[in-house]
């Protein structure tokens, strides 16, 4: 069965970090985009980056642009996100897709073929 499995997560304090880890079984992502979402309490899930699949475009929301670094490892099948500089209202679960064919144009959900289960991240004191 194709799926992405996450990692990574957890409870940090305002400016701390951490690295989110999307790993895909039962194909190779080679050629998909891979875009990280995120849907915080009583909010609409949003795009945070993407990633190409040959790595040669990248992007990111404004809201995160700066403190966040997507990054992919072909070879382990796997994509990261590198969060830094971490703040409150980055509070949320967490999930990687993945795009056939994708050119990280957009974040239509629609256009993503496989989801990561997601991951808690939440920022406080």
């Known amino acids: 069965q194709a799926h992405l499995v996450q990692s990574g997560g957890g409870l940090v304090q305002p400016g701390g970090s951490l690295r989110l880890s999307c790993e895909a079984f039962?194909?190779?992502?080679?050629?998909?985009?891979i875009a990280w979402f995120r849907q915080a309490p009583a909010k609409e899930r949003e795009g945070v980056s993407c990633?190409?699949?040959?790595?040669?475009?990248?992007n990111y929301a404004d809201s995160v642009k700066g403190r966040f670094t997507i990054s992919r490892d072909n070879a382990k099948n796997t994509v990261f996100l590198q969060m830094n500089s971490l703040k409150p209202e980055d509070t949320a679960v967490y999930f990687c897709?993945?795009?056939?064919?994708?050119?990280?144009?957009?974040?239509?959900?629609?256009?993503?073929?496989?989801w990561g289960q997601g991951t808690q991240v939440t920022v406080s004191k």
């Open positions: 897709a993945a795009a056939y064919g994708h050119n990280c144009s957009d974040y239509d959900p629609y256009a993503y073929h496989y």
């Open positions: 990633i190409t699949s040959s790595a040669s475009d990248t």
């Open positions: 039962g194909f190779t992502l080679d050629n998909y985009a």
